[in-house]
């Protein structure tokens, strides 16, 4: 961290970041939930260190360091997560890769999870009944039938500020490519 830095201490989130065309495929999908079931837009992401309180120049850092020690790997969808934090979306498989992936970042962060970590995707946030909530991710299948089969490549990660009271002012902050093993 750089001792000159007096950033005050704000919220900061690692996402592992879908390439194009998947990107793509996913803001188009995300598009068409806010369309028909409302909500803010924001970047398709695979959260894999979870909100911290940093100082910007230490999250920086911490980004690096942790980017360097993962490998590039493979997400793929196995089924729908509702009814965490008033969002639906996809879930991952929770592969060895993807689990030491955040594993490794969050200790970088110094971040201890509140709850046990479950890879997915958002796909659309806001205040929802179930029954709401079950349409939205039906209507998932009517917008992109194929998406509960998608499998892409991890990356790049990417330091987003990321204020949990105000998903319109979340903002990229750093983005780190992951390194191919040699």
């Known amino acids: 961290m750089d001792p000159t830095d007096q950033s005050p201490e704000e919220v900061y989130s690692v996402w592992a970041l879908p390439p194009e065309p998947a990107r793509g495929r996913l803001r188009r999908l995300m598009a068409g939930l806010r369309a028909a079931h409302g909500g803010p837009a924001f970047e398709p992401h695979v959260t894999v260190v979870g909100a911290i309180r940093l100082?910007?120049?230490?999250?920086?850092?911490?980004?690096?360091?942790a980017a360097a020690g993962v490998r590039p790997y493979t997400a793929r969808v196995v089924g729908d997560r509702r009814?965490?934090?008033?969002?639906?979306?996809?879930?991952l498989e929770p592969t060895p890769e993807v689990?030491?992936?955040?594993?490794?970042?969050?200790?970088?962060?110094g971040y201890e999870r509140?709850?046990?970590?479950?890879p997915h995707l958002s796909l659309i946030y806001g205040d929802r009944t179930e029954e709401q909530e079950a349409a939205a991710m039906q209507r998932v299948e009517e917008l992109d039938k194929g998406i509960r089969e998608l499998q892409f490549e991890i990356s790049?990660?990417?330091?987003y500020k990321t204020d949990p009271k105000d998903v319109l002012s979340w903002e990229l902050v750093e983005l780190c490519s992951l390194r191919q093993s040699k």
């Open 114 to 118: 509140p709850i046990p970590y479950v």
């Open 99 to 109: 689990m030491a992936a955040s594993d490794h970042c969050c200790g970088h962060f």
């Open 83 to 91: 009814g965490f934090y008033r969002f639906g979306g996809l879930q």
């Open 156 to 159: 790049d990660i990417a330091l």
């Open 55 to 65: 100082r910007r120049s230490a999250a920086v850092e911490a980004l690096h360091a």
